[in-house]
């Protein structure tokens, strides 16, 4: 298994909801990232896990709360989003934080929506 | 810091042409590897090719290679006999080993 699932695909919520976005892989990789990419930008980093612990935190709003409860599986817990918060949502895994050689593989994003 | 600029926001090539992409980057490190993404209006980003800093020789896979000039700080994506499905946005990115910096992205549309 080479990818990166992630799910849902689309994601609609209003500004009171909660919601969770959910990223799966099972390819052994130790590090998993978060990324946010507006429409005709690159991605930006919000969080990094490396052996499930929490990395990197790029200054990111508290009502986005990543967890990592195992190797396998990455969650992103959202609450209380403004509209700008909309966005596509990339999860994606590399070997070991910090080992760049084979790159990152991405999965296809949650493009979620802040009504 | 690290910066990666791509200052072609966007290109058009006619199919079975080929066209080249550029990239350049700034950085005081010295090891360190260069990507190309692709990411299609599917959206899910894929790697395309890489390179890794301390090699001379150019990075290819099948129909796409790269053109690596290190003391210029340059890395741009060529593709050959450009087909319909590589229509995409195009990001340069570059690892030292912190985090990904991506460049601003290039759309690349293949016209029939």
């Known amino acids: 298994d080479t990818e990166v699932t992630q799910t849902p695909k689309h994601l609609v919520m209003g500004m009171t909801n909660k919601k969770s976005l959910k990223c799966e892989q099972h390819?052994?990789?130790?590090?998993m990232y978060w990324y946010k990419q507006k429409a005709k930008k690159p991605p930006e980093l919000m969080f990094v896990?490396?052996?499930?612990?929490?990395?990197i935190n790029e200054s990111v709003p508290s009502r986005f709360s990543p967890e990592c409860p195992n190797s396998s599986l990455l969650n992103l817990h959202l609450h209380a989003l403004q509209p700008e918060d909309s966005a596509l949502y990339l999860c994606?895994?590399?070997?070991?934080?910090?080992?760049?050689?084979?790159?990152?593989?991405f999965g296809s994003g949650t493009r979620l929506t802040v009504v | 810091a690290q910066t990666v600029t791509q200052s072609q926001p966007e290109m058009s090539v006619q199919e079975a042409e080929t066209v080249t992409l550029s990239c350049t980057y700034d950085?005081?490190?010295?090891?360190?590897?260069l990507f190309w993404y692709k990411q299609p209006p599917s959206r899910q980003m894929i790697l395309v090719i890489r390179?890794?800093?301390?090699?001379?020789q150019n990075a290819t896979e099948n129909r796409f290679s790269v053109n690596f000039q290190k003391a210029a700080k340059s890395f741009s994506l060529k593709i050959s006999d450009s087909q319909l499905g590589d229509t995409a946005m195009y990001f340069c990115?570059?690892?030292?080993?912190?985090?990904?910096?991506f460049g601003p992205g290039t759309r690349l549309s293949v016209l029939p």
């Open positions: 994606a895994s590399s070997q070991q934080q910090g080992k760049p050689r084979y790159g990152y593989t």
């Open positions: 950085t005081s490190e010295n090891n360190y590897y």
């Open positions: 390179q890794e800093a301390y090699k001379q």
């Open positions: 390819m052994g990789h130790r590090a």
């Open positions: 990115a570059f690892d030292y080993g912190q985090n990904f910096v």
């Open positions: 896990y490396s052996y499930e612990k929490l990395s």
